[in-house]
């Protein structure tokens, strides 16, 4: 790390803003109007997202060059969005009498593995970074971006952003990174499914990656696990309230003392797949995962029950509602090869998940959520569990129920409100 | 140069599209079609130009960032207008199945100046592209940008796609570059002005260049003159007719032979100041011309007639019929330091201009180009020379009828037809 910029002791703070906090250039003048206050305590890098759907917008236009546009050239084009935005950030920056400079991934040096459409970093150089910092430049870096050692523009993916964000913070030795989006910060349920849902003040890494894996996405889980790796402090912030603190996402190790589940995720757009009747022989569940993996379709819960009386098997898993009838299909024609007697589908599932990083040491969590779903009536489909969630598979119809009645049992409605 | 094209004996060809020629997918697909044709008979380099009115747009998104965008920030936004359109051509080229690549300025290597809006280009690697075509990639390189030494991205200015397209040929070793544009070639007056305007097969670059100098820009004169240099031919097409050969620009050495004038041009944005009554000191036209440059004004025609009576000068110019009213200040304030006894403004000024190779050598056609706009009864309000134009500033209203009659007394209406 640069020596002058530690010596004047000064922290640098790394502000993330996404799509729809520069969606337009009034929203672009307000988003310059929290750098101009974040400058006041020290340098400044800002990472920004394309302006609003600019990056669907590109992905239209490549489909209607080709219904599988080339990943390279992909790559070149949608890196365009980030980089009119950074652009746009600066000039109005300058406009305000603020020294700024923008930068692409590959005049900054976010290096990447060659691999389009989601590559992962691999380095962050520093050195032009710095350097404008010094000159006390708001460095404005564009998202989403990166560049190969060839020197072929790649992106990130989804979340891609956000992990530019905490790769820069991690690189600059930032201690904190604020995530600026269009909510709140991350609440104990989805507050458009549950009026009653609370802002949580602090979050663990963990929770958030699972949270957000179960369907309540505010932050990309990418992004926190590379935040957690460096020890970055999140703070998922709202644009549109600059005041509100928002939630602080950190290692969290004394949370459970006073806290021992965190929200509740709900995650309707996933569909369920049963076959039965499975030879009870090794290696047919990995044939079956092998199948799905080579067309790129990802697995969620995986079930296996037995039959002793008939030595039969019954695999069920979870795939997203987009991927079911593929997944039929494919099933469909490995039926005879393994053996199986039926294929079932199942679009109607809804997946329900209590998450808290304390669940592990209190037992009693799950006896009492199962208690919760059968005393309002509703049927379980399929029940999986890790150290820090517990998830059922119910009726779409059943879902919201759920939610509420989860939340209220388990006392989410009244956790403590932000300052 | 690359040792296996050559030994190949494979002539690369080097193709340049206009932001009309690239303005929708449609267009684009059509342009994807004459790459094709090329591509039969050797290596293809391909310059686009933004789509349509790409750059105009985000010049106008700059100024609502910023009355003065800074001209670094508004290059590597305007960049993006290319980047856009290369990817989009490649991946047409791939869709029809023909292997393609497309490459930024920076990729490739285009390097400038670090001047920003009007960079000249200083080196063009060709490592990069040669692999590419070796690999029989048909390569697309994005025109009208540039990157400095320190990784800065550029901008060539005005003409700036035709320039690439040249400066890419000659460091290739192409012998010839096709200007593909929304015109059929270069005329001998303004076909929309002279329905009896001929098409000329072939034109040499000095003629194309005082054309373009004199209001007749199908080409840039940066471009053409960077031709000369490098001795390209250039052969100005028009996209929407392929199979027309349109105009031949090259060194014309046998021209004046068959052909002493080749066109007339007009140019009806033009406004004279007179600065009257300047007493004939020595440095007063330079300390005019200065407080001019030191504005950015261009001056273009400049005359000085002494009135030896009154020991005092008249200085005339023409300037940008937009920078006329910026002028005629600047000459009021600088009227009393001059000496000078009256500041003139004639908005309503055209001008009208012979242009040939073989004038030089035909003193008589001054004199037969005067005789026939007295025999008009169009008044001469400025003449001027060169070696190869004969410019005569007249009303704005006389300047339609005065290139109709030159052009039929020159029997511009009866040049050889093209093929």
Redesign the interface.
Known sequence: MDKTLQAAGSQISVLKFGGTSVKN?GR?THVCEIIDQARRSGPVVVVVSAMGDTTDY?VK??N????H??S???D??L??GE??S???V???L??MGIRA??F?A??VGIFTETVHTKARIVDVKTE?LCRALEENDVVVVAGFQGVTEG???TTLGRGGSDTTAVALAAALGAERCDIYTDVDGIHTADPNLIPQAQLLQRVSYEEVVEMARLGAQIIHPRAVELARQYKVVLQVRNTFKPSHEGTRIDEGEDMEIYRSVSGVAIDKDQSSVAIMGVPDRPGIAAKIMQAMADKSIVIDMIMQAFHPTFGLNNITFTVHESELEQTTTILEQMKEELGAKEVLADPDIAKVSLIGAGMVHQPGIAAKLFAVLAGAGINIKMIATSEMRLTCVLSKADAQRAVQEIHRAFELDTVSAPK
Chains 1, 2 share one sequence.
Do not use: K, W
């Open positions: 250039l672009i590109l236009l490549a209607q060059c080709s219904a546009p080339d390279r050239e992909l070149l084009l890196s365009t980089q009119i950074i652009t746009l600066a000039m109005i300058r406009r400079r923008s692409t590959y005049q032009t020197g072929e523009i």
